[in-house]
Nanobody, 127 residues
Framework: QVQLVESGGGLVQPGGSLRLSCAAS????????VGWFRQPPGKEREFVAG????????RFRDSVKGRFTISTDNKKNTVYLQMNSLKLEDTAVYYC????????????????????WGQGTQVTVSS
């Protein structure tokens, strides 16, 4: 069964850090682009960060640049989102998604381009 499972969410104070994990089964991340999205309460799902097929490129939304990093552990078939200096506005359900692509430099930011999603993990930043 092909599936993605996110973990690592939780409650953190402003300025704190969390590391989200996205583990895949039935799909090898090295052959797919992977993206992290989030959906704040009452809002649409938005792109946060992504890593291209093979890990040749990364991309971040402007509001998280310099605070978030994305990385891949091919042996564990897991993609991580390291989130530092968290802000109140980072509160959301975070989802990872993947899609098949032949390009190694492009990372889609439209959730409609992704064909497999995890169940999501809640991140709450609150004092």
């Amino acid at each position: 069964q092909v599936q993605l499972v996110e973990s690592g969410g939780g409650l953190v104070q402003p300025g704190g850090s969390l590391r989200l994990s996205c583990a895949a089964s039935g799909r090898t991340f090295s052959n797919y682009a992977v993206g992290w999205f989030r959906q704040p309460p009452g809002k649409e799902r938005e792109f946060v960060a992504g890593i291209s097929r093979g890990g040749f490129a990364t991309r971040f939304r402007d509001s998280v640049k310099g605070r978030f990093t994305i990385s891949t552990d091919n042996k564990k078939n897991t993609v991580y989102l390291q989130m530092n200096s968290l802000k109140l506005e980072d509160t959301a359900v975070y989802y990872c998604g993947t899609y098949s692509t032949s390009t190694i430099w492009v990372i889609a930011t439209d959730p409609g381009d992704y064909d497999l999603w995890g169940q999501g993990t809640q991140v709450t930043v609150s004092s």
